[in-house]
């Protein structure tokens, strides 16, 4: 799960615990095309938006959940990239979203305008799911060779005794429920919800990962608070820019309290805190806790303490592989 508002580095992490945890499905929930997670794997540099960020590991099969908006032309291209065709599974019931969707997110003054949403038809789209004229994955012939029962297989590898792996996206505060209303995207983009997009009850989740990254960003519209100006966040090396969009993202420090608050709504049993390199640069690419500064190693420490759950998962730099793995 994100734990700020997205771009929090989830892309990375679930490529890594893929790899490492040899998990037999990747299931994506959350929004839709909004996302894009970013994947760096040998050298080169991928992102994704509709699949989830697994294609690397080669018997993993790449899912997406029923609650999730598919956009077909999106969701193909990446299945041509990667070369990942036989082992995509769409769920029959994702609604997919067309071109009018699209139409209405960037022409309306207050989506686009106000909220700055990312315009790719996400929440017109989910508008008309709620009002149950979206058309689902079943009518569109170009997902048919990938048209699946999610839930059942993921449910039935869970019983098997296999990893399974939910790939949330945005983050906790851009939620519709819990986030900075009315800034914030279509749905609720929790644990919970995570586990209701692809269909896992809660009592069948053994681990709750939250990420954040070891200073927030925002793009798009709404409150953060402290934020930094663009040249200040250019002086700290925290420049970033939106893996959809292109936009820049606004930047503040690590925020304690949302950080917190994110734990308790989701339910996290373990953190994950991305780009400890950007704050610490000497402990770039270092797979070791033992070795980080004491000042690299007091910041996560000073994390765990306030946020109440252990940072098992530390980033230290744009590869999938670059991670401290804490957790055995
Ligand atoms: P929408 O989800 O496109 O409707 O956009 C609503 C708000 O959520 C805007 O501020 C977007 O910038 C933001 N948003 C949606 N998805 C993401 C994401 O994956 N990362 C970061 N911001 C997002
Ligand atoms: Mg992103």
């Not at 970013?38 to 938006?49: A, L, P, S, Y």
């Not at 790449?62 to 291209?77: R, T």
């Not at 819990?178 to 692809?198: E, I, L, W």
Request: proline share 5%; with cysteine; net charge neutral.
């Amino acid at each position: 799960m994100g734990g700020f508002f997205g771009d929090e580095g989830k892309g990375k992490i679930i490529s890594y615990l893929t790899l490492k945890d040899n998990a037999s499905a990747v299931v994506r929930g959350g929004v839709g095309p909004n996302a894009g997670h970013t994947v760096i794997w040998q050298g080169r540099e991928f992102k994704f938006r509709m699949l989830p960020s697994a294609f690397m590991s080669p018997n993993t099969r790449l899912l997406i959940g029923p609650g999730v908006l598919v956009n077909p032309k999106i969701l193909l291209d990446e299945i041509e990239r990667t070369s990942t065709g036989d082992r995509v599974g769409v769920d029959y019931n994702c609604a997919v979203i067309e071109e009018k969707h699209i139409q209405i997110d960037r022409g309306s003054e207050y989506l686009k305008e106000k909220i700055e949403t990312t315009g790719t038809g996400c929440g017109p789209c989910m508008a008309d799911r709620v009002n149950r004229v979206a058309k689902t994955a079943r009518e569109f012939d170009l997902l048919t060779p990938y048209l699946t029962d999610v839930p059942l297989e993921v449910n039935g590898l869970l019983d098997g005794g296999k990893v399974v792996l939910v790939e949330g996206t945005q983050g906790t505060f851009l939620s519709l429920f819990h986030g900075t209303y009315p800034f914030c995207t279509s749905k609720d983009v929790t644990a919970s919800s995570m586990c209701a997009d692809v269909g896992i009850g809660p009592t069948k989740v053994s681990d709750v990962l939250v990420v954040f990254k070891t200073y927030t960003t925002r793009v798009g519209g709404g409150p953060l608070e402290g934020e930094l100006s663009p040249e200040e966040t250019d002086r700290r090396g925290w420049s970033e820019f939106g893996a959809v969009t292109g936009r820049r993202r606004r930047a503040s420090e690590f925020n304690f309290k949302l950080a917190k608050r994110a734990v308790m709504l989701n339910g996290a049993t373990m953190a994950a805190l991305t780009k400890l390199d950007v704050l610490f640069p000497e402990s770039r690419e270092c797979r070791d806790f033992d070795v980080l500064s004491n000042a690299a190693k007091g910041f996560v420490e000073k994390v765990e303490r306030e946020i109440g759950v252990p940072v098992k998962i530390i980033g230290t730099g744009p590869s999938v592989e670059d991670v401290i793995d804490r957790r055995r």
